[in-house]
């Protein structure tokens, strides 16, 4: 018996739970999950997450818990990625709900119309309503990151993890980098943090 | 010296960071902002929030905090708010993140346009598009509550303060309570909570 998590290689959110748990040395079973077939929405998944939802952690009791950054947090307790003081903590968790609310509504769903429904003429008006509040997330962390090498407490936390996975695709999304020197820094960074390379070849299947 | 907290009584997430440090006694400076005034978009706002948001938590030292989710786990780390236990913390932290991306967009949303729009007639649309995915998110508290007295623990925590914020004022934005049974009860537990009444003067200035 392991953990299981339930996920969709295409779906940043998933990606952050991957690579969290390939960095602490977790061992897991990755069941994949299409959402574009509606695999989210079969009355099994449904009992396992009522929201219709991956990724999905499910413990060896069959306890099940949902939300990439509340996974992260379980994930990585007790580890180096979590800062335990309390202010850290609380900043850790300030980046993690900015992405949520702020950058992944915005970059993932621009991505996500370009790169999966692949543009579509009904999609456009949405897409461009995607791209002001797009750039004003990245204007942040790049006024940020111009400050500090990582987003917490100087070191690699989750709140690394957390905006780097639909950072280091936003391109997908036509979102340019060209302007925001100290993401592009940040995400070169992230590649240099421990076990990184062993994603390589979920990267590839994406 | 205390905390500031800078706030707009109008807003479910900053009524949120009201309730919590009235609950928690904690002493503190509530400075009031108007959203609609476009105070958190001046120049010595954005200095302290460079995402323009309230609320906003400010240290003795200078030091801010933003997300209203992670502003409630500042106040409320080492209280019996905060389960410590590390699936419970993390289920904690599901709710919350669940509160921001998939009930808050819809939910506070509608309220926005309805209580403090007005309901013009050009977002219409936008208000219509609000009310499926708000359901959605009241369908699955409802399922959750219908089986647990408060969503994480069988205990109050900043889960339950997070999604009351919104939830009971979900009426102003249009949403009808009468089909969840579960939610209104719960809403009920939530009012018999210690200091729930100090928060009465604060509610009918809203």
Redesign the interface.
Known sequence: MMIKIYGDIYSGNCYKIKLAATQLQIPHEWIKINILNKETETASFLQKN??GKVPLLE?ENG?C???????L??LS??SALLPTE??Q???V??W???E???H??YIATARYIVRYLGRPAEHEERLQQKMAPGYHAL??ME??LTRHSFFVAERYTIADIGLYAYTHVAHEGGFDLDAYPAIRAWLQRVRQQAAYRDMQAFDQQS
């Not at 818990?65 to 996974?71: C, F, G, K, P, V």
């Open positions: 009522p929201n413990l306890t818990l949902s939300e990439s950054n509340a996974i947090h379980y307790e007790g309390r202010l903590h609380a900043q968790l300030q993690l709900f900015f949520q609310y702020s992944e509504p204007d942040v006024q940020h």
